[in-house]
């Protein structure tokens, strides 16, 4: 089946850090992979995607790249802000139409202190 | 502004009330979610529509009642509702025509639902 593992929070850091937030999946197929935010109050944005392997999906300083051969999707940004503070959703879409779900993994949050 | 509006932001009633929350899309997509966002839990799928037709539901209880008028609107009704229904609620939508998967969801900003 489909699932999405990433890593356990909450990740504190200070400001200026650099940010790795790790995302594994499993899925049969091509699927697509993203990342969502959350900030306080709000509902989740699309942050970044990519559709194929090797592609590399960039936002607002953050950067993640479709490893196939390790199923992964770590999202890295190398200067956090505390602006950034928020919690990250990895996600994956099976590759097929007809309104198939999009699976997300359980949230990581981040705090970034002055 | 997400291109997806959802109200009310915040809602809370009773367990005898009834209620609805409502969702609004002109992106021209044509399905939409419903997903349960609680505290220190994964999010949660309730309801698929494609094209006005609900195409998932995910063993929700029969005491939250989907509507989908037309693929721009969507409608969670709500009665006898329980503290532990109390949570975000996520309206979302997404253009399905791609064979890649690779559309993504637009998200509401949700609304917050307390049950006293």
């Known amino acids: 089946g489909n699932s999405v593992t990433q890593m356990e929070g909450p990740v504190t850091l200070s400001e200026e850090a650099f940010l790795t937030i790790n995302c594994t999946y499993t899925a049969t197929g091509y699927p697509s992979l993203f990342w969502y935010v959350q900030y306080p109050g709000e509902g989740l944005q699309l942050l970044l995607k990519?559709?194929?392997?090797?592609d590399k999906g960039s936002n607002k300083g953050f950067e993640a790249t479709y490893r196939k051969e390790t199923t992964s999707f770590h999202l890295e940004k190398g200067s956090v802000q505390v602006s950034d503070s928020a919690v990250y959703f990895c996600?994956?879409?099976?590759?097929?139409?007809?309104?198939?779900?999009?699976?997300f993994g359980s949230g990581t949050r981040l705090s970034i202190r002055p | 502004e997400t291109g997806v509006t959802q109200t009310p932001r915040h809602l809370v009633m009773g367990m005898t009330n009834k209620k609805s929350l409502k969702c609004e899309q002109h992106?021209?997509?044509?399905?939409m979610y419903w997903y349960k966002q609680s505290a220190k839990k994964p999010l949660e799928l309730m309801f698929v529509y494609n094209f006005k037709e609900q195409t998932e539901n995910n063993s929700v209880p029969s005491r939250f009642s989907p509507e989908c008028p037309n693929s721009s609107h969507l409608f969670l009704h709500l009665h006898t509702l329980q503290p532990e229904d109390s949570a975000l609620y996520l309206c979302a939508s997404s253009q399905t025509t791609k064979p890649d998967g690779s559309y993504g969801y637009t998200f509401g900003s949700g609304t917050r639902l307390t049950v006293v």
């Open positions: 992106l021209g997509h044509n399905a």
């Open positions: 990519a559709t194929k392997a090797d």
């Open positions: 996600a994956l879409s099976p590759g097929y139409s007809s309104a198939s779900k999009i699976i």
